[in-house]
């Protein structure tokens, strides 16, 4: 559906020139919710807005419903950016226009006649839930509220594309769920791919498919949500997943569970293997080794299960030992050793920087 | 003084009305004249819609030089062009002739300044629903400037009013001659003082309508 091959965008020239978007080929499959998450400066912005031709490449190219759009003139770049929705952090509405004025302005761009532009804006207002605001202006409605009117202005000339960028960062906890629970509705009702820019891994988590990890101006790793977060290879990728999942004890929260419990402790991915969990308590039951969860969480992405468990175990060395290889054999164990003999210095460990947080199996952040 | 009264009021009217037309043919022309004007300046600026290094910096040029000029010698200074526009270089239409070239680049500036304070995002959200460049500055820019805009351009009608009291040193008529012939020229501090007390009225009216003009157009 959308296809970067080798996309490069230069800002400036000379010394000043700032390199947003280095060497990215990057293909988006028709239907699905892909995310591109980095944080601020990474280059997505910029590379999402090579998309609608906001901005043009240096070099490479932009392939939008096969139609390389690098080799567009103006005035048929303005047909692309028709047929492509874009929402935005601050919403952008026009201040001077009503709701529904608003979300008709571009069926007026696209010359719609006046009967099918009231009707196809009451049917939008409807699908957003905002019906009784049409004739209120920006200024009168709350953030959410805002960001569904852009949504509703965004899909109003019924576009295959939905760009999102940083669509939920102005918005509470809540009304992010709220934008994020529409943008997913728009997805699977109405068929629209959708592009998500975010810096917030929980709103990867939340809706996204696929995802891809940008820093400075290059994609460092893409793939499958659950692939990402199963097996994140980049740092950048880890300390983003870290944010949204607190599972595993930072270096600090590390050194405090190590003065509470001076025994052997072991930190066991939690995952979806072939679509069997990992039965903790049977292979404990069996080695004979007892256990104690003190540090944990486990979350769900993609509709599976993920997270990891901090377990203090005790028992004689061997059975440990036993116990540690027979887990391996399905899923990734950590041995952080005991209070006298640490271990764990292990990047992926340390990369989890969290807040603290004992026992807290069984739930997301 | 009551009989000078009597013979003065009609005066008084007469140089009334002509203030106002002066005044209001310029808004009209200069206003016109300099939103396109501004508008250019604002969107050929670096970054903006119509980015052109080139008429930005003649446009600019030109504004920071005609700005300046105090009104009175530029009224004498426009005067060869005056007469090869409007026939003669004496009267009201010679003085409005002037007043509107000034109000042009004075109401540029200001068109500018208040554009440059638009939300550059809700430009570029127009811009990636397909509209037109033309299209967002009639549709967009000028209708989310239009509170600032507003009162910019009672700002410059006052300006204009300022200006219009210079209209009698090139023999044109209104209330800045009548209060020099009338009151100055023969003493008479009341003719003055009457003559302000009218340019008050007259701007308070256009201030008070400005402001709530400007805030039917904020939609707050």
Not at chain 1, 220 to 229: A, M, N, S, W
Not at chain 1, 303 to 325: H, K, M, N, W, Y
Request: glycine share 10%.
């Amino acid at each position: 559906m959308i296809s970067f091959r080798d996309v490069t965008k230069v800002f400036g020239s000379g010394t000043g020139a700032v390199c947003a978007v280095d060497s990215v080929t990057l293909d988006i499959q028709r239907g699905e919710i892909f995310s591109v998450i980095g944080y601020s400066g990474a280059g997505k912005s910029t590379l999402v807005r090579l998309v609608n031709a906001l901005e043009t490449v240096t070099s490479g190219q932009v392939v939008v419903d096969g139609q390389d759009i690098t080799a567009l003139g103006e005035s048929e770049l303005r047909q692309v950016r028709a047929g492509i929705g874009m929402v935005f952090q601050q919403f952008n509405l026009m201040k001077s226009r009503t709701v529904a004025s608003n979300v008709a302005y571009p069926l007026k761009v696209a010359r719609w006649s006046k009967e099918r532009r009231k009707e196809r804006v009451a049917e939008l207002l409807e699908f957003v839930g905002l019906a009784d605001k049409a004739r209120a202006y920006p200024s009168q409605l709350s953030g959410g509220q805002k960001q569904r009117v852009g949504i509703a202005r965004a899909l109003a000339t019924q576009p295959a594309i939905l760009l999102a960028d940083e669509a939920t960062s102005a918005l509470d906890p809540d009304t992010t769920q709220d934008v994020l629970a529409l943008l997913k509705r728009v997805n699977q009702e109405l068929g629209v791919t959708i592009v998500v820019i975010t810096h917030e891994m929980d709103v990867v988590r939340s809706i996204a498919d696929r995802v891809a990890v940008m820093e400075a101006g290059r994609v460092i790793e893409h793939g499958p949500v659950y692939d990402v977060f199963a097996a994140p290879r980049e740092r950048a990728t880890q300390r983003f997943i870290s944010t949204t999942l607190r599972d595993r004890p930072s270096p600090d929260a590390l050194e405090r569970l190590r003065h509470r419990h001076p025994g052997r402790m072991i930190t066991v991915a939690v995952r979806e293997n072939d679509g069997r969990g990992v039965d903790v308590t049977a292979a404990l039951r069996e080695h004979g080794v007892a256990g104690s969860i003190v540090f944990g969480g486990i979350t769900e992405i993609d509709e599976r299960p993920f997270g990891s468990l901090t377990i203090e175990v005790d028992g004689d060395q061997a059975a440990v030992d036993a116990l540690i290889a027979d887990l391996r054999r399905s899923t990734d164990v950590q041995d952080l050793g005991t209070r006298e003999q640490p271990l764990g210095d292990d990047p992926l460990a340390s990369a989890h920087v969290g807040a603290a947080r004992d026992v807290g199996a069984g739930g997301g952040p | 003084m009551n009989r000078d009264w009597s013979t003065l009021t009609p005066i008084l009217l007469e140089s009334i009305r002509e203030t106002l037309y002066m005044v209001s043919l310029t808004l009209l022309v200069g206003g016109f004249l300099g939103l396109v004007l501004g508008v250019l300046l604002y969107a050929t600026r670096k970054g903006n819609l119509l980015e052109n290094a080139f008429v930005f910096a003649i446009l600019n040029v030109a504004v920071n030089i005609v700005r300046p000029i105090p009104f009175i010698i530029f009224i004498t200074a426009v005067g060869p062009l005056t007469l090869a526009t409007i026939g003669t270089t004496i009267g009201n239409d010679a003085v409005i002739f002037a007043m509107s070239i000034m109000a042009t680049f004075v109401t540029a500036r200001i068109v500018e300044q208040n554009l440059v304070a638009t939300d550059p995002g809700v430009i570029e959200a127009a811009r990636a629903m397909g509209a037109s460049r033309f299209r967002i500055i009639l549709t967009v820019l000028i209708p989310e400037a239009l509170a600032p805009l507003i009162l910019g351009y009672t700002f410059l009608l006052i300006g204009i009013i300022d200006m219009s009291a210079l209209a009698g040193y090139v023999g044109g008529g209104g209330l800045g001659d009548f209060a020099i012939v009338y009151g100055y020229q023969r003493f008479n501090w009341q003719v003055t003082f009457v003559t302000v007390l009218v340019i008050i009225v007259i701007v308070q009216l256009a201030q008070m309508l400005g402001n709530w003009l400007a805030r039917k157009a904020l939609h707050r």
